[in-house]
């Protein structure tokens, strides 16, 4: 009797670490899998088009932040420049916090930093109604600068791999089916609960919205193209609904989608519907 009851337990031990051995190898194949995921493509230019990082460019990449960008978010980066007041007091977004994470504007999962190109689509492109676009910039220098940025928070983005948002399926018709569709989904994760049932940004949780710095963050009016502050093409949309928008009251959708990110494309096509995109 002892020695079957030791050999059970044997067993036991043998099938509970194989179970584990297993579990650990799925994670690490799916956190590989993860970090293989291709970026989502950004259109003003191409990734390799970019100068090398260290330190002269680093360097560099501070001399042209002194030039263009410290009246707003000031001398140590810290989003209190000369004119910060006079931009937004209020209501966020706020000049940004170099110095401190999380990023809004991403093409990552909710969470993980930033890659560099959403960096540089957001020096490129600027923040609709708050931040104007370095077009005027070369290529390099604003690639440049998104090498200085990175440098002043190291933690964030030394020797680590942030893990890019699943895209499934490109843009689809805007189809009377596609709409109606986009429009239950819309009710199904609650979007009108901010957002408003007509999009307007007047949802009845939109009056208590504050974002992690608990200022008043009030949500997009999505009648309005402008008010999309990560930008109002199907791939932006997408890239907000499924990344979210961290450090403020927008939530990542990665996880209600999951298994399901083609439906996005019909939730894309009703927001569109609501204002005259």
Excluded at 32 to 53: F, G, L, S
Excluded at 85 to 96: E, G, K, M, Q, V
Excluded at 131 to 154: C, E, N, Q
Aim: hydrophobic content about 35%.
């Amino acid at each position: 009797m002892y020695i079957k009851k030791n050999t059970v337990w044997v067993l036991m031990a043998g099938v509970l670490s194989l179970f584990f051995s297993i579990q650990s190898q799925a994670v690490q194949d799916d956190k590989q899998a993860k970090v293989k995921r291709k970026p989502m493509p950004i259109d003003v230019t191409q990734y390799t088009k970019r100068p090398p990082e260290n330190k002269a460019t680093v360097a560099e990449g501070r001399r042209l932040y002194e030039n263009a960008c410290i009246f707003c978010h000031g001398a140590k980066a810290s989003g209190k420049g000369p004119v910060a007041y006079f931009l937004s007091r209020d209501t966020a977004p706020l000049p940004r916090d170099f110095t401190l994470g999380p990023y809004k504007f991403r093409s990552t999962e909710s969470g993980e930093p930033p890659l560099d190109e959403d960096l540089f689509r957001t020096i490129t492109k600027g923040i609709k109604g708050y931040m104007p676009g370095f077009t005027a910039l070369s290529v390099a220098d604003r690639w440049k600068l998104v090498y200085y940025i990175k440098s002043l928070i190291p933690e964030d983005f030394i020797d680590v791999e942030p893990v890019p948002i699943k895209v499934v399926g490109k843009p689809v018709p805007m189809t009377a089916m596609s709409v109606q569709r986009g429009y239950l989904l819309y009710q199904k994760a609650k979007c009108w609960e901010c957002h408003g049932g007509g999009g307007e940004g007047n949802g009845e949780k939109a009056p208590k919205l504050k974002d992690d710095w608990d200022i008043p963050a009030p949500p997009a009016n999505l009648t309005m193209p402008s008010s999309f502050k990560a930008g109002n093409r199907p791939e932006d949309l997408y890239r907000t609904i499924l990344s979210g928008l961290d450090g403020g009251p927008m939530p990542s959708f990665q996880d209600q989608f999951e298994g399901h990110e083609q439906d996005i494309w019909d939730l894309i096509n009703y927001i569109r519907s609501l204002s005259t995109l």
